[in-house]
């Protein structure tokens, strides 16, 4: 309830004309040359001191990519992306992965105090009050710091950038890589799997419940630079995680790619929480610039009772092209998606979800709330199955879709299919729009048009905030209200 | 009664605090208020009778702006201003409040976030600070228990699952909260039964105040048993029709609008 009122009043005290997170930083950055080839991805690979397996893993889905087409099935347009033209590796240029935060270049540290991210451990352990955070940072290709290392060391957790795990667990990276996303999976992730350059890596040993939640701030930064990380987590039989990204970029008049993947792997008895405050630049009002946003999130709910959640708060990118999914192929395994996207002026959301059931007794939940505003249009795409051996099954699937204006446009393209008679599986949708009497309501109590309208979809849009953990359900309501901007005639 | 003083009570010589001057209003080219004329001195409850369809309703939300309607000729003067040239979260500042006859349900937003929202924009508008939480938090349980409201309610949705008889005493509530200068009752009797009826009307007489003032739209005599009127007006076919005492309602009570209807005709 109180954080509902949050959004009204940081409202007011928010610099709502721009996008906050449009700035600049100014550092000097080693770059690969522009374009694609083996050798990029040699230099890359080189650059990162990888082993020898890797670079092949990474040439042979090269190789693959260069057979295969962009997906066209999606409610999205833009120009032809042009894969020459694109930087694959930007770096800061500063001692190469520095090892504790004193060697961070302090502009970055500067950058990251902007976006509101508390790197310095310092700073947070000074503030009694707040709940610990670690935060791994990703500054355009690399990461940059992570904080509380040892911390989570005690505790078992390995919580590092992938290069990282790649030099210090190997083992773990081999066993689990690609397993839940192939390198053959799709267009954008295959592309990610020939060129990624860093990322987040999370393991969590058998019975541990990881001691706080887990943070990846990923950046972009630089001019024609895409932005390819990889992240991979592991909570192993009986663990438990909860882990949050978050994502701004600065405003640039080109169209700026970001295709991550994301893999997560639950074993027995394990829970893997992934939470997502998506703001990357969304374009102008004209629709110039803006990041496209083709990202490959899945988790594999590999052991039995193990449970996958999935929460997403879409408000940025020119293009979203997402459906964070969960394969539910352990026993009385589950699978959650709670999804808020939030589209205004030009931007195009096609995201969603995939539940694909493959044990038997298997759950799986998907709340999805998408608000169309100026001349936007949102789309929820979701796939629900459930196989021969999927006994049991059970899917509640809820979409509402509210409009806010007249020049937009919301869709639902559900896809749901049953190969086993026992398999339960229903589907809820609602369109509407925010109404002339809702909106007279509030204005008749002495709320301006944009508060109503934050405090209307902010109600619209509850039952998923409160998935998110407190602290970035504050967060998130603040950017519900700041993408609203200009959304109210 | 002399026509000049039709629409206009007795006011000793004071300047009215809301005055409405030969309004016209139509929806979709349907003439609904008809060159009204109406004075509200501070202080004063006035009761707007009418049959139905004679445009009360319309009256309420033209007063507040409420879109959809469109005005004619006339104006309304709160404090020398022209309401008509202001948004309706400006009137809202200004301190003008209608309880709505049909309230609206806002769904997934609670209650209290709304009433707190509300009440800090109409504090800000007064160059107020926002009150801290828990004495938010005291002055709207005070209000709840004196109009019998059950805190549970309060954790809600926005009217979202209230009963009429909770909508109604609600917007009381949020009345009693607010203390508006002026105070538009749209047929806030309607769907009460009689002990709702004396709690919102006990609300009601609770923020009687020299400086406020109430006007009060119904159907029946009933809601002004407890709310004791200083001037009845009637309203028929878009204007008013009659104004007097306390006793014209009586009067309305036992003899029907049909006199009235007519005489508009």
Same mark, same amino acid.
């Given at each position: ?173 081999? *066993? ?125 709910? *590999? ?187 | $009664?002399?026509?000049?003083?039709i629409g206009r009570a ?8 809301l005055?409405i001057?030969?309004l ?9 208020l008809?060159?009204l004329s109406l004075a509200v001195?501070? @202080?004063e409850v006035a009761a707007i009778m009418g049959p139905?369809?004679s445009g009360k309703s319309t009256l309420a939300?033209v007063i ?15 404090? @020398? ?20 006859q ?50 549970? $309610? ?9 009963? @009429? ?18 105070s538009v009752l749209d047929e806030t009797d309607? @769907? ?21 003032a109430f006007v009060v739209i119904t159907h029946y005599q009933?809601l002004l048993?407890?709310i004791?009127p200083d001037v009845v007006h009637v309203m028929a076919?878009g204007r008013i029709v009659a104004t007097g005492?306390?006793?014209l309602a009586?009067?309305l009570?036992?003899?029907?609008y049909?006199?009235y ?5």
């Amino acid at each position: 309830m109180a954080a509902d009122q949050e959004t009204v009043d940081r409202v007011r005290s928010i610099d709502v004309d721009a996008y906050k997170y449009g700035f600049v930083t100014l550092i000097e950055s080693d770059r690969a040359p522009k374009g694609l080839s083996e050798d990029t991805i040699r230099f890359i690979s080189r650059k990162k001191d990888e082993p020898e397996w890797l670079l092949e893993w990474r040439l042979e889905a090269f190789r693959r990519w260069q057979t295969m087409e962009e997906p066209k099935w999606a409610r999205v347009s833009h120009p032809p992306i042009d894969y020459q033209d694109i930087y694959y590796f930007a770096a800061p240029k500063s001692a190469p992965a520095p090892r504790s935060l004193d060697e961070v270049d302090p502009e970055l540290l500067r950058t990251y105090a902007k976006l509101g991210i508390p790197l310095v451990e310092q700073e947070v352990l000074a503030g009694v009050e707040k709940q610990k955070v670690a935060v791994d940072a990703v500054f355009d290709s690399v990461s940059v710091a992570t904080t509380f290392k040892a911390e989570l060391a005690k505790a078992g957790v390995i919580f590092c950038s992938f290069s990282e795990a790649v030099r210090n667990h190997p083992d773990l990276v081999r *066993r689990y890589l690609g397993t839940v996303v192939p390198s053959t999976d799709n267009f954008f992730a295959t592309l990610n799997s020939a060129v990624f350059s860093d990322g987040s890596f999370a393991y969590v040993p058998p019975g541990v419940r990881c001691p706080m939640e887990l943070s990846t701030y990923f950046r972009i930064n630089e001019r024609n630079t895409g932005q390819f990380e990889r992240t991979l987590i592991i909570a192993d039989p009986g663990a438990y995680v909860s882990y949050l990204e978050g994502c701004t970029a600065p405003k640039r008049d080109e169209n700026q790619l970001h295709a991550a993947v994301v893999e997560l792997i639950a074993l027995d008895d394990a829970e893997i929480k992934y939470s997502t405050v998506q703001n990357w630049y969304p374009g102008d009002s004209e629709g110039r610039g803006g990041i496209y946003n083709f990202v490959t999130k899945r988790g594999d709910c *590999r052991g039995a009772r193990s449970k996958i959640s999935w929460t997403q708060v879409e408000t940025g990118s020119a293009i979203t092209w997402k459906y964070p999914s969960c394969i539910l192929r352990g026993e009385a395994s589950r699978g959650e998606f709670y999804s808020i996207a939030i589209s205004n002026g030009h931007q195009q959301v096609d995201s969603g979800t995939k539940m694909i059931h493959l044990g038997r007794n298997t759950t799986s939940r998907i709340i999805s709330k998408g608000v169309a505003a100026g001349k936007s249009q949102n789309t929820y795409r979701g796939q629900v199955s459930a196989h021969r051996l999927a006994t049991g099954a059970r899917n509640f699937t809820n979409c509402d879709s509210l409009l806010i204006g007249r020049e937009c446009g919301a869709h639902t393209v559900p896809y749901i299919e049953a190969k086993n008679a026992s398999a339960v599986i229903e589907h809820e949708a609602t369109t509407s729009k925010v109404s002339e009497e809702q909106m007279f309501y509030c204005l008749q109590r002495g709320l301006s048009a944009e508060e109503a309208t934050a405090l209307i979809v902010n109600g619209f849009v509850r039952d998923v905030l409160q998935q998110l953990p407190m602290e970035f359900a504050v967060e998130a309501q603040k950017l519900i209200s700041i993408s609203l901007e200009g959304s109210v005639g | $009664m002399t026509a000049n003083s039709i629409g206009r009570a007795q006011a000793g010589g004071r300047g009215a605090m809301l005055e409405i001057r030969n309004l016209s209003v139509s929806i979709q080219d349907k003439l609904i208020l008809d060159n009204l004329s109406l004075a509200v001195d501070a @202080g004063e409850v006035a009761a707007i009778m009418g049959p139905n369809g004679s445009g009360k309703s319309t009256l309420a939300y033209v007063i507040t702006g409420k879109p959809g309607y469109e005005v004619q000729s006339g104006e309304i003067v709160l404090d @020398g201003v022209n309401l008509l040239d202001l948004e309706p979260t400006e009137r809202a500042l200004k301190g003008l409040f209608l309880a709505f006859q049909y309230p609206t349900e806002i769904p997934g937003v609670t209650t209290m976030t709304f009433l707190k929202a509300a009440l800090n924009a109409q504090r800000r508008a007064r160059g107020e600070s926002d009150l801290t939480t828990p004495d938010f938090m005291r002055r709207v349980r005070e209000a709840a228990n004196t109009l019998k409201i059950d805190q549970e $309610m309060l954790r809600r949705p926005l009217n979202v699952g209230f009963s @009429g008889g909770e909508k109604k005493r609600f917007e009381v509530l949020q009345m009693a909260l607010l203390a508006p200068r002026v105070s538009v009752l749209d047929e806030t009797d309607s @769907g009460l039964d009689i002990d709702a009826l004396r709690v919102v009307a006990d609300g009601v007489n609770d923020l009687r105040d020299p400086k406020r003032a109430f006007v009060v739209i119904t159907h029946y005599q009933r809601l002004l048993d407890h709310i004791k009127p200083d001037v009845v007006h009637v309203m028929a076919r878009g204007r008013i029709v009659a104004t007097g005492g306390p006793e014209l309602a009586l009067e309305l009570e036992r003899n029907g609008y049909r006199d009235y209807a007519e005489e508009a005709a």
